[in-house]
T-cell receptor, first 115, second 114 residues
Framework: GAVVSQHPSWVICKSGTSVKIECRSLDFQATTMFWYRQFPKQSLMLMATSNEGSKATYEQGVEKDKFLINHASLTLSTLTVTSAHPEDSSFYIC???????????FGSGTRLTVV | GENVEQHPSTLSVQEGDSAVIKCTYSDSASNYFPWYKQELGKRPQLIIDIRSNVGEKKDQRIAVTLNKTAKHFSLHITETQPEDSAVYFCAASIGGNYGQNFVFGPGTRLSVLP
């Protein structure tokens, strides 16, 4: 199979603090992982593409200094929301694909609430 | 860039009836079209996919059809059950290479009424 683990599943933080979200591919190596953001009742919106060993590619309108992405190994990518504000409250989901296969497996998602 | 539209945004059917969700895409280079089911608060789950060299694919009660010329593809669910209630997202690959990302449709909230 292709299992993607994401932690934490939910987090509440104070405004101005930073939050780190981890995305791990448990049984395969993922050279590329993707980070999405999903507001209530809306679709998945790609934030950035995380490539192992190189800088992430951010979508237009996504602040790279605010959403720091690190893909240090073939099985781990992290998203750090820096200086979080209430408007950053959202559902963040990562996904990864197993080589030779199309399609993606999504992490379980992280519900971030900034108070 | 790729643009994916999805209709309807909400759909209610009686248990046992069929449900059809339609999507259109704009990039003729797209060659892979997955469908995801997302239950409330959970991760999207791939339920079926189709590649551009195939016109139809079926998996038990779920089928997907693709019309490359018209650039639209549809999800068909037969004999719907209450557990089919969820939000369904279609997606189209950006470009034709493996590893490319997807653009998702806005989603369809399906409610199966017992």
């Amino acid at each position: 199979g292709a299992v993607v683990s994401q932690h934490p599943s939910w987090v509440i933080c104070k405004s101005g603090t930073s939050v780190k979200i981890e995305c791990r591919s448990l049984d395969f190596q993922a050279t590329t992982m993707f980070w999405y953001r999903q507001f209530p009742k809306q679709s998945l919106m790609l934030m950035a593409t995380s490539n192992e060993g190189s800088k992430a590619t951010y979508e237009q309108g996504v602040e790279k200094d605010k959403f720091l992405i690190n893909h240090a190994s073939l099985t781990l990518s992290t998203l750090t929301v820096t200086s979080a504000h209430p408007e950053d409250s959202s559902f963040y989901i990562c996904s990864a694909s197993k080589r030779q296969l199309y399609g993606y497996t999504f992490g379980s998602g992280t519900r971030l609430t900034v108070v | 860039g790729e643009n994916v539209e999805q209709h309807p945004s909400t759909l209610s059917v009686q248990e046992g009836d069929s449900a059809v969700i339609k999507c259109t895409y704009s990039d003729s280079a797209s060659n892979y079209f997955p469908w995801y089911k997302q239950e409330l608060g959970k991760r999207p789950q791939l339920i079926i996919d189709i590649r551009s060299n195939v016109g139809e694919k079926k998996d038990q009660r779920i089928a997907v059809t693709l019309n490359k010329t018209a650039k639209h593809f549809s999800l068909h669910i037969t004999e719907t059950q209450p557990e089919d209630s969820a939000v369904y997202f279609c997606a189209a690959s950006i470009g034709g290479n493996y590893g490319q990302n997807f653009v998702f449709g806005p989603g369809t909230r399906l409610s199966v009424l017992p």
